[in-house]
Every structure is written in structure tokens, then in C-alpha cells.
């Protein structure tokens, strides 16, 4: 395993950076709501710490929030998007403006699972694209799932890392201004992705002119 | 005397992508990495134009911003940021943002934004243009 660099850290921060503003303002154009960022930032940690890393980034990460989606391609990976519990009624009614019809509520259930998968769905999707076409490199997703935070610990069992594995982590923190909702997006690409990332960065950042 | 110009911006990256649209020989270049240090930049170095990221630590563009106009309504303050939100923009531009410039920087843009605020670098702009076409 070789670390990245710091030129190479700050290059993804950056690119994470300029990726996440785009999905920002894709979200804006959906539901009126206007979004805080903050910088992003980028982590190498071993793949087995994740759970523990999230724990740290998190408060009360097991009764949290959270959409999970794995992506494939030039970089493998996968990114978790989580919010503090009681977010998809908040997130609901931002999407249901003007239209406050009551739900039976099993019906409700199902629309805030929709409205966190949908929220994710864009963040997660304009991030990943602006980032993968500023790097000039290409990924394909697997449908985003909603689970709670106390099933992240068996997934990321389930996922196959070694104690050798390492993982970039970015992770960057949001809020939805005026509407007391904000998350955290981390994304964790696998090791043998590092190569890849690494490349393209370098493309990026001589590249660029 | 050479123009004085001020970047101010978290990551090294973006600061790099910058100054590689600038001409260098020609201005007298400081950089800051946040917005406390853009403030105490502005007010020691008096800067011809600054350029100023808004997403940062400790203190970001926003307040920075808010606080250099504040104290210095002349100023021109070209903000470059990623993000590109329309409150985004309106909030800048309320602010007293001289420009908006989206990440990452174009060159023509850069220069535009350079000459219209410092018209006497219109013969270094140039050269550098064809410096590196």
C-alpha cells in the first residue's frame, strides 16, 4: 500500500470540492432549499477501521440515517450518505410544498424512504459524475439502498476487505439552510481503485491549464 | 509598482490552477488559506484585486467577504468558488462580490476578470496568453 501524497490529497479535496458544489446546485433546482458546504476532506484509513471511522465522524451513527450505493468502473467503491434520524419527514416535506395532504402511514413510510433515496440519488449521482468527468474517467452504479445506521457494521462486513485493504476516504458535510437538515457523504474507494485515482489525479492536476 | 493581487483559498490545488492563469512576472502575488488570514492580508498587503474561494476553514468566504466590504466598499473582490447555487450568486453579489468566477478557473475568464479590474495588466495578460498557447 503507498500513501497519497498531499499534493495528491488536496487534489481530491479540490476535485471533491468543485464535484459537490455542482450536485449542490442540481439539488437546489429540485427543491427550493439553498445548501451550506463544507470543505471536504480526505482520509486514508485501513478498510476494517471504516465502521469505526464513521463512528467518530458521526454522532449516534447506529440510529442514523443512511443511503448506501456502490459504484463500479475506473474507481470501485462505494458511498454512504447519512443523516441524524427524523430526517426523511423533514426531507419529505420539502419535496411535498404545497401539497400537505395527509398520508395513512404506511404510505408515509414508504414516501420518506423515496425522499431519502431520491435526495441521495442526486447528491451521490452528481458528485460521483462531476467528479469521475473531471477526472476523465467513468463508473457505473448499483441502485442506492436505504438501511438504518446499525446495519452499516454487517455490510461493511459483508463488503470483502482484508486487513490489508486500505480505502480513501472523502467525506464532506452539508446543510440544508433554513430547514435544520444536513448530512455527511463519505465516499470510500477500495484499494485496488488507488492506482486508478492516483493516475488520474496526476492527469488532473498537470493536465489542467 | 506591480499590481498587487491576493488568492485566497484552502486548498493548494486550487491555488496552483489559479496562479497558472496569471501573469506572474508581472503582479506581486500573496496567497492566503482562509478567510481570518484573507482579512489581515487584505488590510497589510492592500491588495488590486483578490480572489476568494468561499467554502474554508476557521472562517469562509462568506463572512470574509462580508467583513473586507465592510471596512473597504472599494475593494474588488473576485469570488471562485464551486459552489454554484443561485443563493449562492445573489448572496455574493449582495455582499459587494465584484465578480463570480466558477471552479475550476477558466483562463479567458481569469484574464477577463483581471483586465477589467486592473486594465494596466492588458500588456502582460497578453503576453502571457501567448506564453501559453
Redesign the interface.
Known sequence: MNPIT??ER??L??VM??????A??QL?EVIDV??R???PEVELIPALGIVDYLARNVSGVAKAQCVHQEFRGDGDGMAFLLFPPGTERRLLSLFQAGNEDRHESDILLELESEVLLEVANILIGACMGQMMQ?LDRHVTYLPPRAMAGDRLSDLLSDAGFTQDDYTITVRTHFQFEDRAVSGRLFLVYREHSLGNIREALHEF?HG?? | MKPRVLIVDDSATARLFLRRHLPLESIDLREATNGQEAISQFEEFSPDIMFLDLTMPIMDGFEALERIMGDHPEAKVIVLTSDVQQRTIERIRALGAYRFLKKPPRESEVHGALLSAVPQLAGAVDADKDHTT
Do not use: K
Open positions: 498531499d499534493e488536496d487534489a479535496q479540490e470540492n468543485i464535484s459537490f458544489g455542482q449542490a446546485a437546489a439553498f445548501i458546504l463544507e470543505a473531471l492536476l489542467y491549464a
